[in-house]
């Protein structure tokens, strides 16, 4: 099974601030990797896939690259509704597996 | 609008049964494989298992391989999870979520209902 490890698992910022959160797979996983975001008590949500395509719908201010085993989240420009968990997700192979999540909380 | 609302979940002793089951509306439910993702208490997300679109491939994560069925009903737009043998580690929300369509090469779950709680306790 491929195994996601996401960092930091903690982040604290700014609204404005620019942040960037790592995803890394214990196997190369080509460009299957996805990310998500879930804001407390509700269902995740898609924001990026195949790396960096961007969900229909997502503010242009996420963007995401990498292939292989190591993957980057960036958001240019910290919204207040952009306070939430993030995690990266491989659809590389199944069992299908998410990275254990990075809580981006207000400095 | 693409909706999926589950239902069914709720409070049993470990070694007890539950059918999870999520509606689906807004889009062509046939046309799309179909996952169950969970998230236990204060944790982060588990894919769980899934189906595709005419109901002849399943996959399973292994800790629920044998205990847990997944199926659906394409003439009613649902998707279902029956599971058997609960125990206090199946404590979570589980979420249906769309996976991709029969079309498509990448993979992703674009939309999730809204979830329903499963709490496994004696």
């Known amino acids: 099974d491929i195994q996601m490890t996401q960092s930091p698992s903690s982040l604290s910022a700014s609204v404005g601030d620019r942040v960037t959160i790592t995803c890394r797979a214990s196997?190369?996983?080509?460009?299957?990797l996805n990310w998500y975001h879930q804001r407390p008590g509700k269902a995740p949500k898609l924001l990026i896939y195949?790396?960096?395509s961007l969900q229909t719908g997502v503010p242009s201010r996420f963007s995401g690259s990498g292939s292989g085993t190591d993957f980057t989240l960036t958001i240019s420009s910290l919204q207040p509704e952009d306070f939430a968990t993030y995690y990266c997700?491989?659809?590389?192979?199944?069992?299908?597996?998410f990275g254990q999540g990075t809580k981006l909380e207000i400095k | 609008e693409v909706q999926l609302v589950e239902s069914g979940g709720g409070l049993l002793q470990p070694g007890g049964s539950l059918r999870l089951s999520c509606a689906a509306s807004?889009?062509?439910?046939?046309?799309?494989?179909m996952s169950w993702v969970r998230q236990a208490p204060g944790e982060g997300l588990q894919w769980v298992a899934n189906?595709?679109?005419?109901?002849?491939?399943?996959y399973y994560v292994d800790s629920v391989k044998g205990r847990f069925t997944i199926s659906r009903d394409n003439a009613k737009n649902s998707l279902y999870l029956q599971m058997n043998s609960l125990r206090a580690e199946d404590t979570a929300v589980y979420y249906c979520?769309?996976?991709?369509?029969?079309?498509?090469?990448?993979?992703?779950?674009?939309?999730w209902g809204p979830g329903t709680l499963v709490t496994v306790s004696s």
């Open positions: 189906i595709k679109q005419d109901g002849t491939e399943e």
């Open positions: 807004g889009f062509t439910f046939s046309n799309y494989w």
């Open positions: 196997q190369s996983i080509s460009n299957f």
């Open positions: 979520a769309r996976d991709r369509p029969r079309w498509g090469l990448e993979i992703f779950f674009d939309f």
């Open positions: 997700q491989q659809s590389y192979s199944i069992p299908y597996s």
């Open positions: 195949a790396a960096s």
